[in-house]
């Protein structure tokens, strides 16, 4: 096994990190091993060698080339600030560099004690690393912008939380690792070149045209705004919510990342909260803009000195840039709904026909993905499957003929409209009963074919497969899961 590492963020100062090497574990077994992405990253990796990539993604061995270290970072945590928190069980490998020329992160969650841990064992259960491979990589499918999971790998080592659980680690890949939290971590310390140094870098890796603009600073904000819209965009489309949406957890890459209590709506309910720490609802799915903004704003003021050397011109310019966020979101979000119901060209009267669809949906406990997908069935005369709920709602009905008369006023033909319609509206998502379902199985049996067969069934979720199609089906009373739990 060959990987070429590239350690460029192991070369900036020594306060950016700690050098430390993984843990070894007593037993590593590969569990799953992502071979289309090993592929696209150009790694040299044989399909024979499973007890060498076991031993690599475990820690036990570690490559020529790689550096190991462990990111410090601090974050705001439901909205209090903690100084510093950092890697407490990951170690980052070092970097590559893909087929395209784009650089990623290769990094092991679950790898032992570091400096950062605060008292904990630095090691990871089964269940949820299993968890957040099988949802990250549906993210993927999704086409929402995410790290990546590269391969899953059990410890043969005890895991000691509320109960006694078998251990594993996961290998994430991503962007960076680059988080807000790592800004504001030398903005607390008032360490002015850190903080400089930090930012100039990530411009030369996530946003090199900003270079060329009169304030690279305030262009590289641009750049994190637009991803970061496009994020939570994408993520609404579809129904995620992802319920722990600390600073420490959003990443500047704009990348989906940190699946812990993460879910997806079933029926319908905007302000819906899954995660066990979320007693509030800061996290609810209708919540996830304005934190995301909140998070950005952060962002921002650590890079006000950057900014201008005047305390009024940054107060200026942070408020045109949460002004811009505001804007990009809405615009990206009117455009995004109205192609889940076949418009092409947005107008103001379409927000109201999307609201008053969602209020329907609300008032009715329409499960989120069907009820799209059934939109698409009658573009094309399709209808099928279980739609009592649907027909027996008057109101559904009556907007449904609203709806008919819209499209007919678009110069499109019905093909063009389920085609827009079936690029946005999945026909599955790793809903959280068929996800629960397989980890369980998985600890139970030690039999991972229920997870293996979700993984497969979701790297292409827009088709719609008959050998699938019980995974498309909502949870019954029975199966539906009402909260998710973090996983630390």
Known sequence: MHINFHNTYA???????????????????????????????????????THKIAEVFSGNRVLEGSEPISLVYAGHQFGYFVPQLGDGRAILLGEVVDKKG????????????????????????????LREYIISEAMHGLKIKTTRSLALVTTGEPVFRETILPGAILTRVASSHIRVGTFEYFAAKNDVSSLKLLADYAINRHAPQANNAENPYVSFLETVLDSQTSLIVDWLRVGFIHGVMNTDNTAISGETIDYGPCAFLDAYVPDKVFSSIDRDGRYAFDQQFNICLWNFTKLAETLGFLLHAEPEAIHAII????????????????????????????????KKLIQKLLNIMEENHFDYTLTFRYLIQIIQQTPCGSLTDFIASSSFQKWIEIWKIRLENQD??????????????????P??????????YALEHNDFSKADRLIQALSNPYENKESFIDLTEPPTPQQRVYQTFCGT
């Open 11 to 49: 070369n900036l100062p020594e306060n950016f990190y700690t050098k430390i090497r993984p843990v070894p574990v007593i037993h590593p077994e590969l569990v799953f091993f992502n071979w289309s992405l090993a592929n696209e990253l150009g790694l040299t990796v044989e399909k024979t060698e």
């Open 412 to 429: 499109s033909t019905p093909e063009e409209i389920a085609e827009l319609m079936s690029r946005q509206n999945p026909v599955l998502v």
């Open 319 to 350: 408020k045109d840039l949460k002004q811009l966020f505001t804007q990009r979101f809405h615009e990206k979000y009117v455009k995004m709904m109205a192609s889940k119901i076949g418009i092409f060209a947005p107008s103001e009267e379409d």
């Open 431 to 440: 809903r959280n009963h068929r996800i629960e379902e397989a980890i369980v």
């Open 102 to 129: 784009e650089r990623y992160d290769i990094q092991l969650k679950g790898s032992g004690k570091t400096p950062y841990s605060r008292g904990n064992d630095g090691r990871a259960a089964l269940g949820p690393m």
